[in-house]
């Protein structure tokens, strides 16, 4: 028997405890796979035990009773995602007996990166993608490989900061953005990660104008420019995260503007792309890349991913020095793990913990389905298809008493030619109007969870109208229009999706024209829905301050 010393060194023997690492890890992935899918993220992925749902409304499982039209904030997973999930379980399930699960999963993992570049359209050599379990979290690694790479005095500028994830506000600093982070590691929120937070300042720029209208794109521009010249003035070097697209669908700012960055502050200036809503054409991806350019994408928004997927794209011209980055910031260890960096970037990986984030690999699993499924539709009939349901969407809104469309960014003439059918709108944001009021962002989340839910007790009804309030229905997020105001005017989305398109195709014509219109039927069915509990507000709020107390 071993005595007290004996035992302490038999543990810390090195390959005794990765035997038990590995033992660990291989008893997790049998866990169920519905648990697997809610793992390895931050608490906004936790599932109410009363609802089954997360704070997005959505579920771990296919949800076909549900109408969503929520892409631009989160969706269920559909049951061809939820296949292809559980089949690549089991085949590295296979791998891990005979390869052992660290060699199983990083090959596997590695795999992926080459299937998401050629769903993207990109060569081995255009990009390198590192893995993230959110698009926030993706914008930590943007800003720790900037510092690595430029120096420490930087200032992050972030064009939209309204229309963008609400945890930018922290990672633009460094910061923590969560209580828990994906890796189940204990924060606090708001305060410095330790080794990125120094010396990096940050300026918020708004889309929004002190009115509440919508700032122009030259104003746009000239705010963008102003704040790139006063931190390059003051001797800092810049981080610029741009938007393309906003939870609105906005692009800012415009490709003059860029240009002009980039000619003035060749060597100075550090460009990021939010495009964690995926709501661009491949051209256009492949010409951020080509400038330089880090692009932040995820799989769980146009895509229809399980939400928390997320993915940092390095340019060809960044990546070939990322490896010599000799030391990291401590505080990303509990971030992320060694098997989201890219096999040939080994001396960074050797930083990073051996840890498997089985959730984060499932979800870009269904995600990869998912964007396999709506690039193997026709070019032609994809275009046709989003025309058609935008259309529908708008003609619907327009038609509702109570409804408001919000007009569609203008752009300068050719902006967009680059983006295939995503040239056209796709996410369709609205107000509610009572009277002459439109509704704050405090009664627009009352009217969003309720759509999420069976209504029939908010009020008294008849047969008809509670058939109305029992059906649910997932839509964007409420976003407030203004900044500053303690209860703005908010707007509510309809959103297309890659979903929507698998869906609805079908080389028969008819068939396909039929199933376009019954979603459009089931957008018709969510807008009755708004009318009915808007009708009932008063009840509504009520009810909400009974919970609330």
Not at 98 to 120: N, P, Q, S, T
Not at 139 to 145: D, E, G, S, T
Not at 343 to 369: D, K, M, T, V, Y
Not at 478 to 485: D, F, I
Request: contains cysteine.
């Amino acid at each position: 028997m071993l005595n007290g010393g004996a035992r302490f060194e038999a543990m810390e023997d090195p390959i005794l405890r990765d035997r038990s690492r590995s033992t660990s890890a291989m008893a997790g992935l049998f866990a169920p796979l519905d648990h697997l899918l809610g793992s390895g993220g931050d608490p906004r992925l936790r599932i109410d035990p009363v609802r089954g749902v997360n704070e997005y409304g959505c579920g771990l499982a296919h949800c076909p009773d549900i109408l969503s039209f929520a892409s631009s904030t989160a969706t269920s997973i559909s049951e061809r995602a939820y296949v292809s999930v559980s089949r690549a379980r089991e085949q590295l399930m296979q791998s891990a007996i005979a390869d052992g699960i660290e060699a199983a999963f990083d090959a596997r993992v590695e795999a992926m990166r080459d299937e998401l570049r050629a769903c993207l359209g990109l060569s081995p050599d255009q990009a390198e993608i590192v893995f993230s379990p959110s698009g926030t979290d993706a914008q930590l690694q943007a800003l720790f490989l900037t510092c690595a790479l430029s120096g420490p005095a930087l200032t992050t500028i972030v064009v939209a900061a309204d229309q963008t994830g609400s945890g930018t506000e922290h990672t633009a600093r460094g910061h923590h953005f969560n209580a828990v982070t994906a890796n189940g590691n204990r924060a606090r929120k708001g305060e410095p990660i330790a080794g990125l937070a120094q010396s990096v300042e940050n300026v918020a720029l708004g889309l929004f104008a002190g009115n509440g209208g919508f700032r122009r794109e030259a104003e746009t521009d000239s705010a963008v420019l102003g704040a790139v010249e006063a931190s390059i003035a003051s001797g800092r070097d810049v981080l610029l995260q741009i938007m393309d697209s906003s939870k609105l669908g906005w692009r800012a700012p415009s490709d003059r503007c860029l240009d002009e960055i980039v000619t003035r502050w060749p060597d100075r200036v550090q460009i990021v792309v939010d495009a964690c809503q995926m709501r661009l054409g491949r051209p256009r991806l492949r010409k951020y890349l080509d400038r330089g350019y880090l692009v932040l994408v995820t799989g769980s928004k146009f895509f229809t991913g399980p939400a928390f997927s997320g993915a940092l794209l390095v340019p060809a011209s960044l990546a070939g020095q990322v490896d010599r980055i000799a030391e990291i910031a401590p505080g990303l260890r509990d971030y992320f793990s060694r098997s989201d960096w890219p096999n040939r970037w080994a001396n960074l990986r050797s930083h990073f913990p051996i840890r498997e984030n089985f959730g984060q690999w499932l979800r870009w699993e269904a995600a990869l389905e998912e964007i396999r499924s709506y690039h193997r539709v026709p070019d032609g009939f994809r275009r046709s298809a989003l025309a058609m349901f935008g259309q529908g969407v708008e003609r619907i809104v327009a038609s509702a008493p109570s409804l408001e469309l919000l007009p569609p960014q203008q752009r300068h003439e050719g902006a967009g030619f680059d983006d295939e059918e995503l040239t056209q709108p796709t996410i369709f944001p609205f107000v509610i109007r009572q009277g002459s009021r439109a509704l704050p962002l405090a009664e627009c989340r009352t009217i969003y969870r309720a759509l999420a839910s069976d209504a029939r007790d908010a009020a008294c009804a008849t047969a008809g109208d509670l058939k109305i309030a029992a059906r649910l229905c997932l839509i964007g997020q409420p976003v407030a229009l203004s900044r500053g105001s303690q209860n703005p005017v908010a707007a509510l989305r309809i959103s297309a999706s890659a979903r929507l398109i698998t869906q609805a195709w079908s080389a028969d014509e008819d068939t396909a024209r039929r199933n376009l219109q019954r979603q459009l039927a089931d957008v018709d069915a969510i807008v009755a829905k708004i009318e009915w509990l808007l009708a009932h507000i008063d009840d509504l709020n009520s009810m909400e301050a009974s919970r609330g107390a």
